[in-house]
């Protein structure tokens, strides 16, 4: 039997939060090797396991996977995350590429210069209430369906579950005008293997701070 996959990214969020993710809403276990230094990054750049010298990096099923995306595809495939046929996969891609576009604004906020970050937060919270939600609240109410594509719980519905916390996290009351994702949050929340990993304690980690900023400069250097 195959053991755990084996996370390896910096102590925080980054593109590695949303593997970890569909990896807890998959019900599968994982264990994380955290990169705290340089030196830890460039060991493994080094010892050639990082195919273009970068994380997130997922040793899983005998592979040593990079690219955040290669990797998401390949989790939610192996566990049925990933639609029925290739027009639902075309669907879940692009509503999982909405959801990424919008949490890239955010994860970028925190690195920031001061002076851009009030603009830049606004034009986070124009996008979700103005491109991004109404698309989701559409897309609930023209289907009838409990989740985005299919009837089935998916990747995509992982995905949009995350973004909607990230924001609110900024704007507790951002769905105020979106009903059904209202309904969506509480519904997804409550799948079991989600519950799980929304619980004080799991593996899912917390927002940026002024400390952790710190420290991802000086492991990437910039």
């Given at each position: 039997?195959?053991?755990?996959?084996?996370?390896?990214?910096?102590?925080?969020?980054?593109?590695?939060?949303?593997?970890?993710w569909l990896l807890a809403a998959a019900g599968v276990e994982f264990e994380e090797q955290f990169i705290e230094t340089n030196e830890d990054l460039e060991k493994l750049r080094k010892n050639g396991q990082l195919l273009f010298q970068q994380v997130p990096m997922v040793e899983i099923d005998g592979m040593k996977m990079v690219q955040t995306r290669a990797i998401l595809n390949y989790i939610a495939a192996k566990h049925n995350l990933y639609g029925?046929?290739?027009k639902e996969r075309a669907l879940i891609d692009m509503y999982v590429e909405g959801t990424t576009d919008l949490m890239g604004m955010i994860m970028s906020l925190p690195f920031q210069p001061p002076e851009n970050k009030e603009k830049q937060t606004s034009l986070i919270f124009e996008r979700a209430t103005t491109r991004y939600f109404p698309v989701y609240e559409k897309v609930l109410k023209d289907h009838g369906q409990d989740f985005l594509v299919g009837g089935k719980f998916s990747w995509a519905d992982v995905h949009l579950l995350e973004a909607i916390l990230m924001v609110e996290?900024?704007?507790?009351?951002?769905?105020?005008?979106?009903?059904?994702?209202?309904?969506?949050?509480?519904r997804v929340s409550n799948i079991p293997t989600i519950k799980k990993f929304l619980q004080p304690g799991s593996q899912r980690k917390p927002p940026f701070d002024?400390?952790?900023?710190?420290?991802?400069?000086?492991?990437?250097n910039f």
């Open positions: 039997m195959a053991g755990k996959p084996k996370l390896h990214y910096v102590r925080g969020r980054g593109k590695m939060e949303s593997i970890r029925k046929d290739l996290e900024m704007k507790p009351d951002v769905l105020s005008a979106f009903p059904l994702l209202q309904a969506f949050k509480t002024e400390k952790y900023i710190v420290q991802i400069r000086k492991i990437f």
